[in-house]
């Protein structure tokens, strides 16, 4: 089970940090993404990181301000932003597939949270 949290109104410019809590697996295991869907358009990849490499990805209009990080000990998975956009906007979910991909193909993953809603008014 995957839960989001951190989501927010912010203005422009500034930063959020979103946890997500995993119960039921150990991530050592896993391939961790988040991705993001804003209203009418299509759920998109923003970062994920392969957990025992930790190798980490991210999509070019994030790169240098979002930081996706794990906790192994709290079994908690971060993504730093910084330099929000209004364009960041939508909500955003985790997710987690055992293959140990990282890639961005939402069908690679097959368990999601239910998101939290990020905000960046201009």
């Known amino acids: 089970q995957l839960v989001e949290s951190g989501g927010d109104l912010v203005q422009a410019g500034g930063s959020l940090r979103l946890s997500c809590a995993v119960s039921?697996?150990?991530?050592?295991?896993?391939?961790i993404a988040w991705f993001r869907q804003a209203p009418g358009k299509e759920r998109e990849g923003v970062a994920s990181?392969?957990?025992?490499?930790?190798?980490?990805y991210y999509t070019d209009t994030v790169k240098g301000r979002f930081t996706i990080s794990l906790d192994i000990s709290g079994n908690t998975v971060h993504l730093q932003m910084t330099n929000l956009q209004p364009e960041d906007t939508g909500v955003y979910y985790c997710?987690?597939?055992?293959?140990?991909?990282?890639?961005?193909?939402?069908?690679?993953?097959?368990?999601w949270g239910r998101g939290t809603q990020v905000t960046v008014s201009s």
């Open positions: 990181m392969i957990d025992r490499s930790r190798k980490s």
């Open positions: 997710a987690a597939e055992a293959a140990g991909l990282g890639a961005f193909v939402p069908d690679y993953y097959d368990t």
């Open positions: 039921g697996a150990t991530l050592d295991y896993y391939a």
